[in-house]
């Protein structure tokens, strides 16, 4: 039975929710956490100081090698050796939604819903993981590079454009040193643009 304290109580809920969309964040930093001796570049991979390369990976692995490949697209990329190169889940984060599963999987599902309303999800599936992420990982293992290869640069004294990478070391000329003892300092720097 609809009474006037049921209205009132339904009103109040649905202004409340309202205005809680309306202040929900729209913007999301990377909140890929870093544990003790790891340094994080960006929301995608982190540094620690053994050495190690953590990839952070939004897909889950059902078989597809999806924990191979996306790891493999950011060592590429950063020069890293592969043996040094780890996984993990991605933490929950709207940057690691995947809008061409969802459009696939889900086409026409939320056409009538009006722009901005709805946020792609995080999920696996409709064979989207290296159409939807293997940019963001190639990006990701080459600003780090950059960032890595711009640190080395500082303390040789170095244009950071003449050092190489090679599996996980930056090397100039008969110089080299490994990612793990530069990438705190790396992280400090901003990327150059154009990458």
Known sequence: MINRRSILIGGGAGIGLVVAWSLWPRTYAPNLVANPGETPFGAWLKIGTDGHVTVAVPQVEHGQGVYTTLPQIVADELG???????VEPAPLNPLYANPIGTHDLFEGLFDR??????QPPMLTGGSSSIRMFEQACREAGA???????MAAAKRWDADWTQVNVD???????TKRIRFAELAEEAAKFTLPDPL
């Open 80 to 86: 890293a050796d592969w043996r040094t190169v780890g």
């Open 113 to 118: 819903l009006p722009q901005g309303t709805t």
């Open 143 to 149: 600003g780090a590079r950059a960032l890595l290869c």
């Open 167 to 173: 599996a996980g070391f930056c090397t100039y000329q």
